[in-house]
């Protein structure tokens, strides 16, 4: 369309290329690169499909369990996934999930001051146990 594109990726080392890079530029892509380890708050696919996926797929194998009485087959685990895979990959599912994030619809409010704080176990105090030797 002669515009340009706006992607928004996971800023882990591992999808860092040149490659992308250049590609990129030369279609006029503009890259967004999200912090890695971000995934609890702004990785929207993990905030709002796979958790809940991974939920229902857990549940999938249970039900099946239940009504066949044994797990579930290697050669129909596909088959099987495929059914929650579509329920979960739903374009209005998806767009909640950016929105969530705050990624899009941009919201710089999405998340609160207690989203910042550093978490409980950041917080504790570590100590070595009483029988711990000194040498």
Request: aromatic residues 12%; charged residues 10%.
């Amino acid at each position: 369309s002669g515009k340009p594109t706006l992607l928004v990726y996971n800023g882990h080392r591992s999808h860092l290329m040149t490659t992308m890079i250049d590609l990129a530029i030369k279609n006029q892509i503009h890259l967004l690169c999200l912090p890695p380890h971000t995934t609890h708050r702004l990785q929207p696919l993990d905030v709002g499909i796979f958790g809940p996926m991974q939920k229902a797929w857990y549940w999938h194998a249970e039900l099946y369990t239940a009504k066949y009485g044994t797990s579930i087959a290697q050669q129909h685990v596909v088959k099987e996934y495929w059914e929650d895979y579509k329920s979960a990959f739903i374009t209005n599912t998806v767009l909640q999930a950016w929105c969530k994030c705050g990624i899009y619809l941009f919201n710089l409010n999405a998340f609160t001051a207690t989203n910042y704080a550093p978490s409980v176990s950041m917080l504790a105090v570590n100590h070595a146990p009483t029988l711990y030797p000194d040498n």
